[in-house]
């Protein structure tokens, strides 16, 4: 439930999706960039996919000490942090000579600003203003992301043709930054303190809270890991593919405008997905859910494999339909399930670890999908990978989901 507080709660769900729009916008559109970057610094495809591997295993792995931080230091100077490092990683990576200097840009501050606004930090600032719409609230913002890579790949991709990568990741970075000062602006004292009546029910609840689960606890059981593994090979199967499906098409013959458009369509549907599959989970079971996510993902995954060239548009069309719609769907799925088994005093730190599965995993993807492109000579092994890696993470998540229906 909402209570009275004026415009500050929709201020707020504004503030953090135009955060989450600008910082995952630039992380998502890494693929837009990705031949340009290969081509001007003469290396493997697997060397350029590392970066953005490097930015998410810092985001997942930044996770849990973006809570602690929220706690300690607060929410204005986590904020602020986390857009100067999203903003500063795309005009410093502008500047750069070599690909480590990319590295430690474009993938870890990249993936710092990822951890600082990201689903964390999110959750912890809406907690405080929201209570039964607080699920809602954070949709809208998990939805960002993709209305970034939607908006913003099209752009970086018109800027790159204007002059070069260096200009495109020159303005996206300044436009950022910018954001600077309205943020600033924002009431934080008010923020951080929360709606009254929503605070004080929290602080309520907190003594029956004890009794939940502690971190120890869920380290010793089989669910966490199965999720975390879910979590994981869940990534791996999205972002082996991900950061190169914009050279594909390319490959492929479409144009490199032609490429981001179906890029930007995909991402489109990812918010549509999200919230239709989710709430398929919750009207019709989530084991039922999980496999028509699954199921989609992997049918798009082949459409697009399928793709000959620019005239093969019932394919494209499939992929972006399929991966488009349930690309982003697993996540609110396991957090969902982490929460049901894991609620308690301790839920946050709980949660916060099982989403370091998803950050090593898009890691290890984005390296695996560059490197197996690169020691076959084309994109069958990223492909195989990715379709290995998403029936690795179906069989975990399917078998906690019908768990949960059994209780």
Known sequence: MLHRAGWL???????????????????ESFGVFVPALQAAFEVDRAVITS???????????????????????????????????????????????????LHATLGLLTGLAGAALGSVTFAGLLGRWFS????????????????????????????????????????LGLAVLALVVPVVLMPWRRIAAGDPVIMAAR??????????????MALRDPPFWGLTLAFAMTSVSIFSLAPQANAYLIDQGLTGAGAARVWALT???TPVGMIGFNWLA?????????????????????????????????????????????????????????????RGAHAGQIYGLITCGMGAGGA????????????????RGT????????????????????ARERM
């Open 51 to 101: 970066v953005y591997g490097l930015g998410m295993l810092a985001m997942g792995l930044g996770g849990p000490f973006a809570g602690l931080l929220l706690d300690r230091v607060g929410p204005r100077g986590l904020v602020l942090a986390g857009l100067a490092c999203a903003g500063g990683s795309a005009v410093l990576a502008s500047l750069a000579g070599a690909v480590w200097q």
């Open 203 to 216: 602080g309520g609840a907190d003594c029956t809270l004890g009794t939940g689960p502690t971190v120890a």
């Open 364 to 379: 290890l993807g984005a390296w695996l999908g560059g490197l197996a492109h690169d020691l076959t000579g084309g994109y």
């Open 267 to 269: 991402a489109m549907l």
């Open 383 to 402: 492909f195989v990978l990715s379709l290995a890696a998403l029936v690795l993470a179906a069989v975990p998540l399917v078998l906690e989901a019908r």
């Open 132 to 171: 039964a719409r607080l699920g809602t609230a954070l949709a809208v913002v998990w939805s960002a992301s993709s209305v970034g890579v939607m908006l913003i790949s099209p752009l970086a991709e018109m800027l790159i043709q204007a002059r070069d990568w260096r200009f495109a990741y020159w303005c």
């Open 282 to 342: 919750d009207r019709g079971g989530r084991m039922l859910g999980a496999i028509a996510a699954y199921t989609g993902t992997g049918l798009g995954i082949l459409a697009l494999w399928s793709v000959g060239g620019p005239d093969d548009t019932w394919l494209i069309g499939a992929f972006i339909v399929l991966f488009g719609s349930t690309m982003g769907s697993r996540g609110p799925m396991i957090s969902t399930l982490a929460t049901l088994r894991y």
């Open 9 to 27: 709660p929709y201020g707020l769900v504004a503030m953090c999706f135009m955060l989450s729009f600008a910082t995952r916008g630039i992380s």
